[in-house]
């Protein structure tokens, strides 16, 4: 089926659009990142064609294969959103672009998944702004990825090649804040939208699950983060720790809340 031929074609460019963006990083190759961007747009268009060909055959919409497209395809238009103010960044495509595949592939494997109810205004609501936080998180993700291996770099005083490439360890820190500072709002009304709604439809009577123990973990660490650099400072190595977990809690979540929909329905 021509679905999924284009399902195929858009997982193969943006696995080129990683490598090339990891060869950029590892060999400092500009003809590799001016690939790469091309081959990240062509990933987009054919994520975009795909999603259009999804709907036409009669997809309902709310499905959780649809959710992490849209959050693919958000990381992917973000990240070169991203590119266009800070032109130093465009490395950060070796850590972030393999995240968007990831989320592409966990798509075909979502259509297994029941859609949400769309009976209440909530569920669009809470479907957009947790994918718009994961999108910001990502981002921020990829940023502290950077961080960390850029410092123990210093720290060992490994000072060519893959450190002279990477972005300059403030600027990964202030985008790596920004990122957070745009995340945080949408995942607090996230959990905020998702509990009421639960509670309405008394899902609350399901117990506490472990997505939802993720879902705190991750809103604690992220609150934690921004506070203490905010209070005390805070920044740098521990602050790029504590975003790369809290990612990975909200990654869980996602996850988790497939796992279990899968399985009840």
């Not at 439809?201 to 506070?227: D, K, N, P, R």
Request: hydrophobic share 60%; aromatic share 12%.
């Amino acid at each position: 089926m021509w679905v999924t031929a284009l399902f195929a074609a858009t997982a193969l460019a943006y696995a080129a659009a990683a490598g090339l963006y990891l060869t950029s990083l590892i060999k400092g190759n500009n003809r590799a990142t001016r690939f790469a961007r091309w081959t990240l747009l062509a990933a987009i268009a054919l994520q975009v064609a795909f999603v259009a060909a999804d709907v036409s055959l009669g997809s309902p919409m709310g499905r959780m294969h649809q959710t992490l497209t849209g959050l693919s395809v958000g990381i992917a238009l973000a990240f070169l959103l991203a590119q266009l103010r800070r032109e130093n960044i465009s490395v950060l495509g070796a850590f972030l672009v393999p995240v968007a595949l990831f989320f592409f592939l966990g798509s075909g494997i979502g259509r297994s998944v029941e859609h949400a109810s769309n009976e209440s205004l909530l569920v669009p609501i809470h479907i957009v702004v947790n994918v718009l936080g994961l999108v910001a998180f990502a981002l921020a993700f990829g940023a502290s990825i950077a961080y960390v291996l850029q410092e123990r770099m210093l720290r060992r005083k490994n000072l060519g090649g893959l450190f002279e490439r990477l972005p300059a360890l403030d600027v990964l820190d202030r985008f790596g804040l920004r990122a957070v500072l745009v995340g945080f709002p949408l995942l607090t009304l996230g959990i905020l939208s998702g509990a009421f709604w639960a509670f309405r439809l008394e899902q609350a009577m399901l117990g506490f699950t472990a997505s939802h123990a993720f879902a705190f973990i991750a809103w604690t660490l992220f609150a934690g983060v921004l506070g203490l650099r905010m209070a005390a400072g805070w920044r740098g190595r521990r602050a790029a720790y504590g975003t790369i977990v809290g990612f990975l809690c909200t990654s869980v979540v996602l996850v988790g809340y497939m796992l279990r929909t899968g399985l009840s329905s």
